[in-house]
Structures are given as C-alpha cells and as structure tokens.
C-alpha cells in the first residue's frame, strides 16, 4: 500500500473542490448549451405553426373539391360544416370564394386559403447609403438590394435576408453609373443590374462583387428588369422623342437595341417597368406619348417585345388630349399612362394605366372630366375595355400589381376629398378580374420619391396587398398615418397600417414572408413579416 505524502492542504483543495479556471469553463458550456435548447425548442414551435397552416389548407382544399363534387360550386366554411366535410371553423387559414363560384379556373370560379396570421414588424431601421431609390430581392441567396446615390455617387447596399443586417460597407458603382433609378437581380446568374445616369452597371456578385460597365448603353435608365423566362435583362431609357430600349443577354455585359415602331416612353417618374408573360415569350412596356401632334407618336399605347426574335411591336394605341374640355370624345390624357403595365397570364390580358375624359354628368353644359382608367388590352388583337374609377371625386392612377393567388390585378389611384383616416391624402385600392371591377379598398396616398413602380408589393403565398403610404401631420386635423397599408387579395378587407414612418418603395421575399420597405428620409430599411412562422 502506497501512501499520499502531499501536504494536506494539497490533497483536500484536490479531491473536495474546483478551481475557478474549472468553474467558469462548467459554467460556460452550460450557457452553450442552453441556448442550443432554447434556440432549438424555437425552431421546432416555429416550424409546428408552418406545418400547422399547411395542414390545414390541404384539409380545405379536400373538402372543397368534394363539396364541389356534390354541388357543383365552391362552398364557404358554413358550407363545409353543413356538409360534414369539416367539423369546426379553420384555425390557421380563411376561404374566400368566388361571386359566381363553379368548379374550376376562370373569372369568378376559384377559391382562395391565406393564412391568417397578421403583418408583424420585424426589424425596423437597417442603415444604407444615403438617397435610397430602388430595391430588388434574390429570393435564391435570400439577400436584398438597395440602390442608393446622387449626381456624383452610385451604391448598392446588400442586406442579409437570415438576419437581416447589411453585409460589408456598400458597393460603389460610381465608376460605371451615378444617380442610380432602377436596380434589378438574376438570381440564376448571381448578377446585380444597376441602372442610373450614364447606362447601367452589372454587379458580379460570384467574383467578390466585381462592377464592370454594360456595353451598348450609354443613356440614362428609366426601367430596368429581369425576364423569368431566360434571364434576359431589358433597359429602357432615353428621351422621350428618342427613346431607346435593349436587352442584355442573360449573363452578359453587351446591350442590344430593341427598335421601337413610334417613339414615347413612360419616364422614370411614371414608373415605368417591364412586365412578362413567360409563356407566350412576350414582354410588355407602356407607351407615351409626345404631346402634340398626330400619329403613332402622338398616342398613349402598349409596346410587346418578343422574348425569342427581340422584336417589338405597337399592341395598341388611343388618342390623346391636352385637357378633356367639351365633348372631347373618347381620349386619353397627355402624358397620364403610368408604366407599370401587368400581365396576367392566365387569361391572356394586359392592364394600361392611364387617365380617360368622360361624359361628366353633374354638368349639363357637355362638359368632359377626366378619371383614372384601367385599360384591359388583349394582345392577340389589340382590342381594349376601360375600366373607369368611380365617379364623384378626381383620381390619378399611380401603379398596379398582379396577383396569382387570387387571379386579379390591383390598382392604386390617389383620391381626392380625403377619408376619415387619410384627411386630405386619400387614396384606394381597386380590384380588376378580367375585365370586370370586382371591389375597392381605402387606404391613403402613397408617398413621393423613388421607384413608383414599387409603391405596391403583393405577397402571393399569402394573398396580401401593400401600399406605401404617406405620412403627415396635420395639426388640428386628421392626419395621413403612414406605415403599411394592408388589404386582403381576395376580399379587400383592410387592417390596420403597420408601422408609422413614412415608406418609399415596397419589395416582397415570397420565400420568406417577409416585406421589405425603404425609408428614404432617414436612409434606412424596415422589415415586415406576414406569415405564422
């Protein structure tokens, strides 16, 4: 037997207690793993509410098509309780059906399920440069582009979509671009498109975000997208006696010139954007006009480029006037076309935006006013429905969006008289399915500055509608509450706004939920979340 001849002291601190250094190493690992539990636990809730919603929609959507099976329509949840097809109101999700609900697609034939957890707000001031103009989202690489810049400077901020912060300090473009306008991803090539003062600037975002120059395009941008059919990138700019219009072939760095059949295009002011139907290879512009004059040139109308031979060709076109006056007839306002056309490929349409001179009928004198249309085109033949804003109150339309959950397209026209909500700066939400008016929203104005184009989002998955609204403050009065303005795709019922800056421009990350909006007076973007998760 072996005896211990350490002293005492020694063998007691040894087998009765710890040593600090031991101590905060035991206490550290518990923190680890701690916070793997809780972080974990929070995963798993999360993702029980998501499997929740999706299980719930595909037990309505069962029933639906059995009860469809029975009656020959779509049935509301009272319907469906009638039925025994479910026992007990949805939890997670809401019905809305169709005004004349028949088994199948069409106009009014169609359900709709959209998860009814409320716009939550998310984080509320990310910094980026200064003069913020334009967003883009990669919903691939979950990452969001801001453009951002003046006469002598151009930046791109890039903000992280997990954790929703910027990454690095901002891209400087000046070298290719300044003043930037428009900003536009390609998510299948990693390239980030730029278009400002001078042509457009490509950011490689594969190769350390190298920013070359594009080729073949030396004119100032008023419109900028991504084609989700091949990638192609299309530019428009120029004047608007001499416009020019291109296209960037997916990946590359070269422009193209697309000739136009008559000059006029919508300004960067008026939104102007490019809208696709991937599946007839078409892409679609709205066209000015010059102002005076007659002819092609002289009218308000509908470009469509073929995606496959890049030819492009007049849709469309109507007259125009200065001022509807008396008996003005059946023409449009100078310079009233807005340049977010839509597309809604289902049904082969085509939405104009513009402004249209009525009969007035509060003036026996036959006296003509002017209120904002929508102008439903079909591009097989170039044959048109108008779709004129209620009467009563002037109106301008300002942008418009598809939305494919619900089969319609939405318009935001500013209104004047105000609300009870907005005071002076009333605006409204019209629902077009087809070419019928299928409801209208009140929400305020939207706010000045940036992409107009971007006043509107839609978040598809969620069947969700988002106005940029205005903010002021009126002593004394009602005032403009700015925030989110936010509208159910189906029913236009409208919620509360969220947030209370003053927004410029929308852009929606459908993969995540998530709303992206830019407050361009502070320099900053807020993030919404619209989903349970």
Not at 205 to 234: C, I, Q, W
Not at 258 to 265: K, T
Not at 309 to 332: D, I, M, W, Y
Not at 382 to 404: L, M, R
Request: hydrophobic fraction near 40%.
């Amino acid at each position: 037997m072996t005896s211990d001849h350490r002293p005492l002291s020694s063998r007691v601190r040894r087998e009765d207690g710890f040593t600090l250094v031991e101590l905060l190493v035991v206490i550290v690992i518990l923190g680890i793993l701690a916070a793997i539990v809780v972080f974990s636990v929070r995963g798993i809730g999360d993702k029980g509410r998501s499997s929740a919603v999706a299980a719930d929609a595909a037990t309505l959507r069962t029933a639906q098509e059995s009860y469809c099976a029975r009656h020959g329509h779509y049935g509301t949840v009272d319907d469906l309780k009638g039925d025994g097809l479910i026992s007990g109101d949805p939890v997670y999700n809401a019905i809305a059906v169709g005004e004349e609900n028949k088994c199948g697609r069409g106009a009014k034939s169609s359900f709709t399920l959209y998860d009814t957890a409320p716009t939550k707000t998310g984080k509320d001031a990310i910094p980026v440069a200064a003069n913020p103009t334009d967003l883009a989202v990669d919903e691939k690489v979950d990452r969001v582009y801001v453009a951002s810049g003046g006469s002598t400077s151009g930046t791109v901020t890039v903000i992280d979509g997990r954790t929703d912060e910027p990454v690095g300090s901002p891209i400087d473009v000046s070298s290719a671009v300044t003043s930037p306008t428009r900003i536009a991803v390609a998510p299948a090539t990693g390239k980030v498109y730029v278009g400002g003062a001078g042509g457009v600037a490509v950011i490689d975002t594969v190769k350390g975000n190298l920013v070359t120059k594009v080729g073949g395009f030396d004119s100032g941008v008023n419109g900028l997208a991504v084609s989700p059919e091949n990638g192609d990138v299309y530019v428009g700019g120029g004047s608007l006696a001499s416009p020019v219009v291109a296209y960037i072939p997916s990946g590359g760095t070269t422009a193209t010139a697309i000739p136009l059949p008559a000059a006029g295009l919508v300004s960067a002011g008026n939104g102007m954007d490019f809208s696709f139907d991937p599946e007839r290879h078409a892409v679609y512009l709205a066209k000015s006009n010059l102002g005076t004059g007659e002819g092609l040139d002289a009218s308000i109308g509908l470009f469509a480029i073929s995606s496959q031979t890049h030819q492009a060709r007049l849709v469309s076109r109507f007259p125009t006037k200065s001022g509807c006056g008396t008996n003005a007839g059946n023409v449009l306002v100078n310079t009233s076309v807005r340049g977010s056309a839509v597309v809604d490929p289902n049904r082969n349409l085509v939405y104009l935006l513009a402004r249209r001179c009525v009969p007035d009928p509060q003036n026996p004198t036959g006296s003509w006013k002017s209120v904002a249309t929508t102008i439903v085109i079909d591009p097989r033949d170039g044959s048109s429905t108008p779709i004129d804003d209620p009467g009563g109150v002037a109106s301008s339309p300002v942008s418009a969006v598809y939305n494919a959950a619900a089969g319609a397209v939405y318009v935001f026209s500013s209104v004047g008289g105000g609300n009870p909500q907005c005071g002076t700066s009333a605006g409204r939400i019209s629902r077009v399915v087809g070419t019928e008016a299928a409801g209208l929203a009140p929400v305020c104005q939207v706010s000045g500055g940036g992409n107009a184009a971007r006043k509107m989002a839609v978040a598809r998955n969620l069947n969700r509608i988002f106005v940029a609204q205005l903010k002021t403050d009126t002593p004394g009065g009602v005032s403009s509450p700015g925030g989110l303005g936010v509208a159910d795709g189906t029913t236009l019922l409208t919620q509360p706004p969220v947030g209370s800056r003053q927004f410029g421009m929308l852009a929606v990350n459908n993969a995540k939920a998530k709303v992206y909006a830019v407050d361009q007076a502070n320099g900053s973007v807020a993030v919404f979340r619209a989903s349970s998760d």
